[in-house]
């Protein structure tokens, strides 16, 4: 791997590397890193999607490198980590921050309030000892109304020049170190947006190396998507109240409303057509924030208190304008040739009530990538997971970049030959960017190590929670196993029902997602042996539990997007359109995703032994079920009930 990435440094080509859990992979490609941005004088950029991520390397990989390496190459090689503006505390917002109003209902609720105002007093007490001000240091952390009392976004910062306390600036120190750093770790979004969004808020970088790469596509998407809101044009209007006449300011209030009333008349779900109504509720939304701005008028220099007001209600004013723009401009093109899905999300779901919002992302991100990130620099794409069906293509083609030009090596261990579902149309261009892959496989012997267990005796999966049948294979695995399950379920309804359904049946602790914070119900469940932890697919971010806390993983169904997923449905409608399988390209490819890095979390290191159960049967039985079974690791399969019960009591004997 390391020859490799030195190879595509040299050669600018891109680079696609999977590598196994415990290759050492963040060494492979940091030694070459770090002497192309020494020896070059050059900055390399690396991308992670988690914060944990991004300590061990800052706090781990570098440090020791840096100092192995500088030997060799006459001197320390400097690291630092950069995170965009609304990750660190605004000093300026901090001592003479206009507070943020209450932007949602339920913040009206006193308790919610003084829950906010708590958490900004321990803000206001730790902003005197932080030496980085960054989000992430702050231990136990605090709301997001909180956080945003706290600090600004790159448009709401005054700019250094202007700022009274910008020689202190946590940001502008953070981009200062980056500045003089050989290496600069970030996260996907802030890659995101300066290759994205034209301005560049990272130094000049010549390498990208993006880890955790099968996240990049859904965290650019994120990045891409817009969203206006009834709530947002509120605040809009209340923050350019005192700055703009009465009469201005209630426009755009009263257009918020409208908006408010407008949604509320609509179902959630994706919009092929922009109903008249919503069409008029967006534009009077549109032309209302843009009277805003205009009366805003220029910025005056010498009043920096004005200017920060102005700036503030700028930022929301122009995002407010901008989204509604975009919107509008969605369902200009014919049907078959947008670029951008809308849909209307929020309204009451299963756990919650959530203000209804108008939301638009892109269909694609490919193209985007292909010109933006690709584009002006050599790029190293990698992680654990990058080839789906057994190859990488699927996801090059998410990434923009064109079907695989070089053999690929497989290394022994890796996923079997199997074609991925075919998506003949929409493929980039055959001279898009040249690219090569390499799987250095894993350091697991999978078939010795682990069982990948199907049960396929059991019904299809229902609509309505888990069947009894599900219930009573799962108390079965739980008690064979001896407690050490990790359940990976569908939704959270899913979740909280096996939960209760078993510590009925079973004298073990099951802990459950929610209960607690994450990271304190992970800790729980590596400390004791006997406990199981129950959440979400989500859930598997967060759990990195070697030894035998973790011998068995559970996933109750195939994680398909949900029918009415707006993005997804619209994507696999746009691949059917074009005459490809959109259920198989989209769907499968998303569901394969997910069971690939569900089924990861079981070894995690060399000495670890287990099952991966998959209680939808449709993995052993549906037409797909090859191309997803061909994206797990190559572990020794079964559907044998009895074996598996039988195999899971003796890892422990
Ligand atoms: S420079 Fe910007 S981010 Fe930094 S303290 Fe001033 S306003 Fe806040």
């Known amino acids: 791997m390391t020859e490799a990435v030195a190879r595509a440094i040299r050669t600018g080509e891109h680079l696609a590397v999977q590598a196994g ?66 990750n660190y505390l605004c000093l300026h917002r901090l001592h003479t921050g206009a ?39 702050l231990v136990p952390g605090v709301g997001e109304h909180a956080w945003r009392q706290v600090s600004v976004s790159a448009k709401e910062c005054l700019g250094v020049s202007r ?49 955790e790469a099968h996240d990049l596509v859904d965290r650019v998407t994120s990045v891409a998507t817009a969203e206006l809101t009834a709530n947002a044009v509120a605040a809009a209007a209340r923050r350019c109240g005192r700055l703009v006449s009465e009469d201005i300011a209630d426009r755009l209030a009263e257009a918020g409303d409208g908006l408010a009333l407008t949604l509320a008349e609509l179902s959630p779900g994706r919009l092929d057509d922009l109903p008249t109504p919503l069409a008029g509720a967006v534009a009077v939304v549109r032309d209302a924030a843009h009277a ?10 010498e009043d920096v208190e004005g200017s920060t007001a102005r700036k503030l209600a700028l930022a929301l004013l122009e995002e407010v304008h901008d989204t509604a723009v975009r919107l509008l401009a969605a369902f200009e093109p014919a049907e078959s040739e947008r670029h951008d899905v809308v849909w209307i999300s929020g309204g009451v779901t299963q756990d919650q009530v959530r203000p209804a919002a108008l939301r638009v992302a892109p269909l694609s991100v490919g193209g985007l990538l292909r010109e933006r990130l690709f584009g002006p620099r050599s790029v190293v794409l990698t992680s654990a997971t990058l080839t789906l069906g057994g190859t990488f293509d699927t996801l090059a083609r998410q990434w923009g970049l064109p079907p695989s030009p070089a053999p690929r090596r497989r290394a022994e261990g890796a996923a079997t030959e199997k074609e991925p579902p075919a998506d003949d149309t929409g493929s980039p261009e055959l001279d898009g960017p040249k690219w090569t892959s390499l799987d250095v ?40 196993a001896g407690g050490r399950a990790l359940g990976l379920f569908s939704s959270m309804r899913a ?25 304190l119900l992970v800790k729980q469940f590596a400390e004791d042996e006997a406990t199981c932890l129950f959440g979400t697919l989500s859930l598997w971010q967060g759990v990195d539990v070697p030894g035998p806390s973790l011998q068995l993983v559970v996933m109750d169904r195939i994680p398909f997007p949900r029918p009415d997923d707006p993005l997804a449905s619209a994507r696999q409608r746009a691949v059917a359109a074009r005459g490809g399988n959109g259920f198989l390209t989209v769907a499968a490819t998303h569901a394969a995703l997910l069971l690939a890095q569900g089924a990861g979390r079981l070894l995690r290191s060399m000495n670890d032994r287990g099952v991966v159960a998959i209680l939808d049967p449709r993995l052993a039985t549906a037409r797909y079920g090859g191309f997803l079974r061909a994206s797990l690791p190559p572990f020794w399969t079964t559907h044998d009930p009895e074996v598996v019960r039988a195999a899971l009591r003796r890892i422990n004997t």
Do not use: M
């Open 441 to 480: 496989g894993s350091p697991f012997d999978h078939p010795r190590s682990g069982i990948l267990y199907v049960a396929r005796h059991l019904p299809p999966p229902g609509r309505d929670g888990l069947p009894p049948q599900y219930l009573d294979e799962l108390a079965g695995l739980v008690e064979a």
């Open 163 to 211: 700022c009274p306390v910008g020689t202190d600036c946590f940001a502008e120190r953070a981009r200062a170190e980056a500045g003089k750093a050989d290496v600069v770790v970030t996260n996907h979004a802030l890659l995101a947006i300066d290759a994205l969004q034209g301005y560049s808020v990272l130094p000049e970088h010549d390498v990208v190396i993006v880890d």
């Open 99 to 137: 507070p943020e109003e209450p932007e949602e209902a339920g913040l009206f609720d006193p308790f919610a309030v003084s829950a906010i105002g708590r958490q900004v007093k321990r803000l206001h007490e730790w902003s005197s000892d932080t030496e980085t001000g960054d989000r992430d240091e």
């Open 495 to 519: 979740a909280r029902q096996a939960t209760e359904a078993l510590r009925e049946r079973l004298p073990n602790t099951i802990l459950c997602q929610g209960d607690d914070s994450t990271s």
């Open 21 to 86: 859990t415990g290759t050492g992979k963040s060494l492979a490609y940091l030694v070459p890193a770090l002497r192309h941005a020494v020896t070059e004088d050059a900055t390399v950029v690396v991308s992670t999607a988690t914060i944990a991520l991004q300590r061990q390397l800052v706090d781990r990989d570098l440090p020791r490198l840096a100092k192995a390496l500088a030997p060799l190459l006459g001197r320390e090689p400097r690291f630092a980590i950069l995170k965009g503006r609304r």
């Open 292 to 301: 805003c701005v205009t009366a805003l008028g220029p910025e005056r220099k």
